[in-house]
């Protein structure tokens, strides 16, 4: 079975022969910006709570492929959304060999620092937060590259923690697991004895009254775990495939294939899968661009995307 890597070398090997499916292809991650809209109902969300949740996923900071000036313009656009919060997924880093450089955690989370929302902005951290950052690598723990930035700057990072946020009078809880492939593959980590920093029970217990739970959840899979009591996964991490045709994804970076590549899926609460903004492995989108995620809770309507 090829893996995802294999999958998008496959396809670059196939741009270098000039089609225009893969000119296409590499075109994708740079220069569209998609808004993707849900409407949600959720069992666990009261119906009179209207709540507007922006999601910014996957931005894999590095020239060109998202540069500076291309994170300002996601961040003009979510501002521009007018939501009453914003989250981020996780995966601020590159993720990615096939660039010109790194961009300086200092320089993207600068950007980031400029979003706005009655709410805040609230973060969780992704596997290649981890993944590309040395010195925790090294050791097998610490605090990422990527958390200091993000908390220097004044953007909450939730690692297994939660947060009880009130709108309109109402309260509700953003619950942040820690990511579950923090230290895999295991090849890199030998000396690590486990691969996912998520505790998602210490994370609920944290959770002291009846308001509704959103989670934040970098990887998608943990879904088949939440229970009943949270409203709504939100996650990222698979960038719908990278690949996407006719809502089929090739290679997916999950356990549940294209049960959980992208969009909606409803496991014990409702799960929304971001596309994600960069990439990671390859510079290379088809079928599935690069999207902010506007989801709005309560009230009723079919879900759109
Ligand atoms: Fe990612």
């Known amino acids: 079975m090829f893996s995802r890597r294999r999958f998008l070398k496959f396809l670059a090997g196939f741009g270098a022969f000039g089609t225009s499916t893969a000119a296409y292809g590499f075109g994708e991650p740079v220069f569209q910006l998609d808004v993707t809209r849900y409407h949600l109902s959720p069992a666990r969300w009261p119906a009179d709570f209207p709540l507007k949740i922006a999601v910014v996923a996957d931005v894999h900071a590095c020239d060109p492929w998202m540069s500076l000036d291309h994170v300002d313009a996601i961040v003009k656009h979510t501002n521009a959304l007018n939501a009453d919060v914003i989250v981020m997924l996780g995966d601020?880093?590159?993720?990615?060999?096939?660039?010109?450089?790194?961009?300086p955690a200092e320089a993207w989370a600068g950007l980031l620092a400029q979003l706005k929302?009655?709410?805040?902005?609230?973060?969780?951290?992704?596997?290649?937060?981890?993944?590309?950052?040395?010195?925790?690598?090294?050791?097998g723990h610490?605090?990422?590259?990527?958390?200091?930035?993000?908390?220097?700057?004044?953007?909450?990072v939730y690692e297994n923690d939660v947060v009880r946020l009130k709108h309109a009078g109402r309260p509700f809880w953003l619950a942040g697991?820690?990511?579950?492939?923090?230290?895999?593959?295991?090849?890199?980590f030998r000396h690590v004895a486990r691969i996912g920093l998520d505790d998602l029970g210490a994370t609920l217990a944290k959770v002291t009254d009846d308001a509704p739970v959103i989670l934040l959840a970098h990887e998608p899979?943990?879904?088949?775990?939440?229970?009943?009591?949270?409203?709504?996964?939100?996650?990222g991490h698979t960038h719908g495939g990278q690949v996407r045709l006719l809502g089929w994804s090739p290679v997916v970076p999950s356990r549940y294939g294209n049960r959980l590549a992208y969009g909606h899926a409803?496991?014990?609460?409702?799960?929304?899968?971001?596309?994600?903004?960069?990439?990671?492995?390859?510079?290379?989108?088809?079928?599935?661009?690069?999207?902010?995620v506007l989801v709005t809770l309560g009230g009723s309507g079919p879900v759109v995307s």
Do not use: K
């Open 221 to 235: 899979d943990i879904a088949v775990r939440v229970p009943d009591r949270v409203a709504l996964q939100l996650s």
């Open 266 to 292: 409803r496991f014990n609460c409702d799960v929304i899968v971001s596309g994600g903004l960069g990439c990671s492995i390859m510079p290379f989108r088809l079928g599935v661009p690069p999207e902010l």
């Open 117 to 139: 929302a009655p709410l805040g902005v609230h973060a969780i951290l992704g596997n290649h937060d981890y993944w590309d950052d040395r010195v925790v690598q090294r050791n």
């Open 177 to 188: 697991l820690g990511d579950q492939l923090a230290y895999a593959p295991a090849r890199r």
């Open 142 to 156: 610490g605090i990422t590259v990527a958390r200091r930035a993000l908390e220097a700057v004044g953007i909450p």
């Open 92 to 103: 601020y880093v590159a993720g990615c060999r096939h660039m010109i450089r790194r961009i």
